[in-house]
C-alpha cells in the first residue's frame, strides 16, 4: 500500500511538471502542430547582438525575409510549412556561416541556433507525422526566400538573415 501511495505521488508530480512551460517557452499553434520555442531565450540573445549583426550588413537595400511580402499575407494554413522550412534554412544555412572575431557574439549566436535547433525537431516530428502540410504559397514564397539568400555571397547571406531575425520573431508573434 505505501508503494502504490509513492507511485501515485510521483506519476502526480511527474505529470504537474510537464503541463508546467519552461520559462521563457512559449507554445505556437500551427494548425494540428503544437511547438514550444524558446522566444525569450532567443529574443535575448538576438538584442545583445543586433546592432553588431546589422552594422556588418553592407547591402541595406536588399531583404531576404521581407521581398516582397514573403513572410507576409499567406494563408494561416500554410504557416506551419514555412515555419518549418525557415528553422531548417536557419539551422542548416544560416547559423553555420555566421562566425565574428567575437567570442561574446559567437556565443550568442550559438546560443540561439542551439533553441533554433530544438525548434526545428519539433517541427520535423509534425511535418513526419502530415500535420503540417505544404501548400504552393508556402513553396512559393520559402523559393523567394532561398532566393533572395542565394543571390549573395554565402557570408554576407548569412550574417543579412541573422540581421533580419526580429522580422521572423515578429512574424510569428503575430501570426497566433
Known sequence: MKGSCWFLCLLSISCCLNLMPTAGNRTFHFGPCRVSISMTE???GFTAIKANIQARDPIRTLSILSYPHSLHKGKSLDRC???HHLFNFYVDKVFKHCKTEDHYINRKISSIANSFLSTKKSLQ???EQNRCLCGQESTEKYNQILANYEGLDV?????KSLGELDI???WLEKSQ
Open 125 to 127: 516530428q509534425c511535418h
Open 168 to 170: 521572423l520573431l515578429d
Open 42 to 44: 532567443i529574443r535575448s
Open 155 to 159: 557570408t554576407s547571406a548569412a550574417m
Open 81 to 83: 510549412c514555412i515555419t
